[in-house]
């Protein structure tokens, strides 16, 4: 298959479509796969999205990345385009109405009290004297009914608000009542009614991907499935041969919702489950996700299991150490004090609460969160938090460094923690943090969920705590001070962290590829 860039025409394997629902940058994952695919010789478009702005396009390796402007207006919930006569009937309909009222009533208000004024400061300029006492009735009247109409309007305007936030919420007995009458309905096809706004992301991707026109279509995640789904079949029905892999990143019953309502869960994994079926292959992140989906969807062949490991270490030169950047150095911190590094997504779910209110039980121990936006109000919130408990100068955060430096750069901490608490979905996979903490070859202190403390015990890299004990999480931590290189001794052992690489995963995806499509050969498309 003949390729033309802007250097050179490369001869490929044939096109991958890579879809996922980011901006790419903080996804190490869906970065690894779309540089190695592309390195290993198909030609790779990795398509993303932002979600405000404009689209940009850029190079990683030999792969290109687009990245689609977003519209969302499915997204609005039936509460901020209808009127809500169940919730709240005497509340405006959404839309600027509530507003106009608000301002008329005080703009007769302002009426009524200049016109009282103007009888007494200046009554000539009023009108004639039977206008004047014409006038004073009706002010007599106007001012108490003005007040009325006020608050009257001002209840409605709450009212119209309070609607607002339910219909948001989506959480009421009226929200789960539509949910199950849906869900009867229409059964897996229910996610039109529950989780429309999916629709926007078919509505962003479905003409580009068509226009690429794809051999294969790796779709991550849930979101991205339906999208990938619908264009293998448009492709499929004008004669093309497109095969279709789902990379499942999470078991979506399992997820602590990223919208707490009663429509999200239903919605989604009814989504998923009508488009699992259209997969080629299935490829996610652990065995134990792995057995759940093959369960759940009844596949008929085991998802192909790609870790999320990090590059394997290469030789630096002390040119290339200086590009990293110094985690201590962002701290403020000497290379002799204590540093427990978290690296990754922040939630209350993650347990980095956890970690701040350990900090004045851990004497002169520092805490870094690495995170995607050190800005945030979350962060901040934990920032402030520890500054009430004293300890705010000893707790730092810290943005991303690109994935192929992050293993140095964390590397220069002490500890690396994971204090995940109990959710379905954080018992059944070894994350991307537990291998990126392994080759900075830091000991662990991770709490108890059953795959990742399971690990940590069989190869004594750390030690394990129960979920949100504050008192374990110290205990574990001060073990692990005493004596690190009892832990770091782990990484010794032949042939631990050499599975653990992406170059052994990116293998594996390579020759998922080929295998569904073994009439593709550079130089011939399918």
Request: hydrophobic share 40%; charged share 25%.
């Amino acid at each position: 298959m003949e390729v033309q860039s802007a250097d050179a025409t490369r001869t490929t394997k044939g096109r991958v479509v890579m879809l996922v629902d980011n901006k790419v940058e903080g996804d190490s994952r869906v970065q690894k796969a779309a540089e190695s695919a592309a390195e290993a010789g198909w030609d790779v478009v990795l398509l993303g999205l932002v979600r405000s702005g404009q689209g940009r396009s850029w190079k990683l390796g030999e792969a290109e990345v687009r990245l689609l402007p977003l519209k969302t207006p499915l997204a609005k919930r039936h509460a901020e385009r209808h009127r809500s006569l169940l919730r709240r009937p005497l509340a405006y309909p959404p839309g600027p109405l509530a507003a106009y009222r608000r301002q008329w009533a005080k703009a007769w208000r302002a009426d009524v009290a200049t016109r009282r004024a103007a009888l007494k400061v200046a009554p000539h300029a009023v009108g004639s004297p039977l206008f004047r006492k014409t006038e004073k009735v009706r002010l007599a009247a106007a001012g108490p009914a003005s007040k009325v109409m006020q608050r009257w309007i001002s209840f409605r305007s709450r009212q119209s608000t309070e609607a607002q936030k339910a219909g948001r919420r989506l959480k009421g007995p009226l929200d789960q009542a539509f949910t199950a009458s849906w869900k009867a309905a229409k059964g897996r096809r229910a996610w039109r009614r529950l989780e429309p706004a999916l629709w926007d992301y078919e509505l962003t991707y479905g003409k580009e991907i068509d226009a690429l026109k794809p051999d294969l279509i790796h779709a991550n995640d849930f979101r991205m499935l339906g999208v990938g789904a619908r264009a293998t079949v448009r492709a499929r029905a004008a004669g093309r041969d497109v095969k279709l892999v789902w990379d499942a990143h999470e078991f979506l019953p399992g997820v602590r919702p990223w919208e707490d309502n009663a429509h999200w869960i239903p919605g989604n994994t009814a989504h998923e489950s009508e488009f699992a079926p259209y997969a080629d292959a299935v490829v996610t992140v652990s065995e134990g996700l792995a057995d759940l989906l093959r369960e759940r969807h009844g596949l008929k062949a085991q998802p192909t299991v790609v870790l999320n490991a990090p590059d394997r270490p290469v030789e630096t030169t002390a040119e290339d150490d200086a590009e990293v950047p110094d985690l201590r150095e962002l701290c403020g911190i000497g290379p002799d004090v204590p540093l427990i590094v978290y690296s990754g997504s922040p939630g209350p779910q993650r347990g980095l609460g956890d970690m701040v209110e350990a900090l004045p039980n851990l004497d002169g121990v520092h805490i870094a969160f690495v995170v995607p936006n050190p800005a945030a109000a979350y962060i901040q919130g934990l920032m402030k938090r520890a500054e009430e408990l004293g300890a705010g100068d000893r707790l730092h955060a810290v943005p991303y460094v690109p994935h192929w430096q992050v293993v140095r750069f964390l590397s220069a901490a002490d500890v690396g923690c994971i204090p995940i608490h109990h959710w379905p979905n954080h018992e059944i996979a070894l994350i991307t943090k537990f291998f990126e903490y392994s080759h900075a070859r830091l000991p662990l202190v991770v709490s108890d969920v059953k795959t990742m403390s399971e690990a940590a015990r069989a190869t004594g890299q750390g030690e394990v705590f129960p979920a949100e004990d504050i008192d374990g999480f110290v205990a574990a931590v001060k073990a692990v001070l005493a004596d690190p290189d009892r832990y770091k001794a782990a990484y010794d052992k032949p042939g631990l962290l050499d599975t653990w690489t992406w170059e052994a995963q990116a293998e594996v995806l390579d020759k998922l590829y080929t295998d569904l499509h073994p009439d593709l050969t550079p130089g011939t498309t399918a």
